[in-house]
């Protein structure tokens, strides 16, 4: 329905093929390995439909961010693994956004979102839009979308953040931290606008980027 509508960015929540599944009798079926074949209907889709999808998958020890479009496969490890989490993952040990046809992708993967580092590296490495996916539980949605709110404001970017439907409230922010869709607790299809000369205007009338002092922080 998405692509029926012209979308060309579509994004999905954290470990949406599989979820948290730790049942030792199902660890073959919720790991993938490369060339990772649980993502070979969504390389038909970027074939077909010439779009970019974002989500993230399980491979052993690592929860994998990744970008796929017609030209390949770009992975990203989540950075910062949560609680019980780190009996099961190890976090990733380096941050840099993923380059497309369609900018510089800011990927981080729901805990993530807690350490405004991790935007904030991606933002000065050239990253033009932020993309967050997430299993954020609904008791926390509050703190879920304050905290997409405040990535997107202080680092003026886009910000695409996609929750599971039982955590509910994703989001499209622009770059000026107005809020363009929100979806409910159920699940939902969100369309928002990716506008990066938004982002160069908010970047001009407020610079904060030129007037940071990171040689006293």
């Known amino acids: 329905m998405a ?8 994004v999905f929540p954290e470990l949406f093929l599989t979820g948290f599944c730790y049942e030792p009798s199902l660890q073959a079926t919720v790991n993938d390995f490369p060339p990772y074949p649980t993502l070979d209907p969504f390389r038909a889709l970027a074939q077909e439909h010439e779009c970019l999808i974002i989500g993230s998958l399980r491979s052993e020890s690592q929860n994998l961010g990744f970008c796929l479009d017609s030209e390949g496969l770009e992975l990203r490890s989540k950075i910062h693994i949560f609680g019980p989490e780190k009996e099961h993952f190890k ?13 510089m992708v800011g990927l981080q993967i729901c805990y993530d979102l807690r350490f405004p580092e991790v935007a904030r590296s991606l933002a000065l490495q050239g ?7 997430a299993q954020f539980p609904a008791l926390r949605s509050h703190q879920w979308r304050t905290l997409c709110l405040a990535r997107a404001i202080e680092n003026q970017m886009p910000h695409l953040a996609c929750n599971w439907a039982q955590g509910g409230s ?12 929100e979806a409910g607790s ?32």
Not at 93 to 98: A, E, G, K, N, Y
Not at 196 to 201: G, Q, S, V
Request: hydrophobic share 45%.
């Open 3 to 10: 692509l029926a509508k012209g979308a060309k960015i579509l």
């Open 91 to 103: 976090g990733g040990d380096f941050i840099s956004p993923v380059s497309t046809r369609w900018g």
């Open 127 to 133: 990253a033009d839009f932020l993309v967050t996916t």
């Open 170 to 181: 994703s989001l499209i922010i622009n770059a000026m931290g107005e809020v363009l869709a």
């Open 186 to 217: 159920d699940e939902a299809l969100i369309y928002g606008e990716v506008n990066l000369a938004e982002r160069d205007h908010a970047r001009h009338e407020i610079p904060c980027f030129f007037d940071r002092r990171p040689e006293i922080y």
